[in-house]
T-cell receptor, first 113, second 109 residues
Framework: IAGITQAPTSQILAAGRRMTLRCTQD?????MYWYRQDLGLGLRLIHY???????GKGEVPDGYSVSRANTDDFPLTLASAVPSQTSVYFC????????????FGPGTRLTVL | GQNIDQPTEMTATEGAIVQINCTYQ??????LFWYQQHAGEAPTFLSY????GLEEKGRFSSFLSRSKGYSYLLLKELQMKDSASYLC??????????FGAGTTVTVRA
C-alpha cells in the first residue's frame, strides 16, 4: 500500500441496505476525513477524526457513521442507504489538523437505487 | 456558515494565462488552499496561503488578500493537461476546512 486507498471503487446498492466504505492510509497521518462530492456542490465534509479513538461530525453527517479504532483505518458506514446518498465519496488524511495538506484517496462511486 | 464563491467554468487557449478568482466570507480565517482535480480523479494539492501576497510555484501562482476575503490562482503557459477543476478551500476561525464548488477550466488548442 502506498498512500491512501479506498474500497470498493464503485458500488450499486439497493435502498435500505447497509454499506461500509473502507479507507486505509499508510502514511501514519493523525487526521482522516470523509467527504462526499456532488455536481455543483463541491466537496462536503461528512465526518472527521483528528486522531485514533476520536471522531467528529462535519457539515453533512446525517445517515453516516464512522469509527477510528487505529491510525490507519477510517471506515464510513451507511446504516440504511437512501437514494440521496448517491455520490462520489472521498477519504482523505493529513499529518495533523486542517492547516495541513490533505491527501485524497481515489474515491468510491456509490449509487443507491 | 461558510460562503466560498468561484466561477463555475472558464475556457482558455493553450499557452495563455488564466486567473481563477475565489471570494470567501467565513467566521475567522486560518488559511486557504487550492487543489486541482482531473475528471474522475482525486483532488491533489496545489498551494496554501495564510499570509497576504503572492506564492509562486512554477507555472502556478496563488494570491491572497485577507482584508478583501479574496484569492486567485494564476495558471501560466497553459497546457492541455491543465484542463481540470480547481477547488478553493478555506479554513475558518474554528479550524474547519470548507470547499468551494470548484472551477472547471477547459484548455483549447
Amino acid at each position: 500500500i502506498a498512500g491512501i486507498t479506498q474500497a470498493p471503487t464503485s458500488q450499486i446498492l439497493a435502498a435500505g441496505r447497509r454499506m461500509t466504505l473502507r479507507c486505509t492510509q499508510d502514511m501514519r497521518h493523525n487526521a482522516m476525513y470523509w467527504y462526499r462530492q456532488d455536481l455543483g456542490l463541491g466537496l462536503r465534509l461528512i465526518h472527521y477524526s483528528n486522531t485514533a479513538g476520536t471522531t467528529g461530525k462535519g457539515e453533512v453527517p446525517d445517515g453516516y457513521s464512522v469509527s477510528r479504532a487505529n491510525t490507519d483505518d477510517f471506515p464510513l458506514t451507511l446504516a440504511s442507504a437512501v437514494p440521496s446518498q448517491t455520490s462520489v465519496y472521498f477519504c482523505a488524511s493529513s499529518p495533523a489538523g486542517s492547516t495541513d495538506t490533505q491527501y485524497f484517496g481515489p474515491g468510491t462511486r456509490l449509487t443507491v437505487l | 456558515g461558510q460562503n466560498i464563491d468561484q466561477p463555475t467554468e472558464m475556457t482558455a487557449t493553450e499557452g495563455a494565462i488564466v486567473q481563477i478568482n475565489c471570494t470567501y466570507q467565513t467566521s475567522g480565517f486560518n488559511g486557504l488552499f487550492w487543489y486541482q482535480q482531473h475528471a474522475g480523479e482525486a483532488p491533489t494539492f496545489l498551494s496554501y496561503n495564510v499570509l497576504d501576497g503572492l506564492e509562486e510555484k512554477g507555472r502556478f501562482s496563488s494570491f491572497l488578500s485577507r482584508s478583501k476575503g479574496y484569492s486567485y490562482l494564476l495558471l501560466k503557459e497553459l497546457q492541455m493537461k491543465d484542463s481540470a477543476s480547481y477547488l478553493c478551500a478555506v479554513i475558518n476561525g474554528d479550524y474547519k476546512l470548507s470547499f468551494g464548488a470548484g472551477t472547471t477550466v477547459t484548455v483549447r488548442a
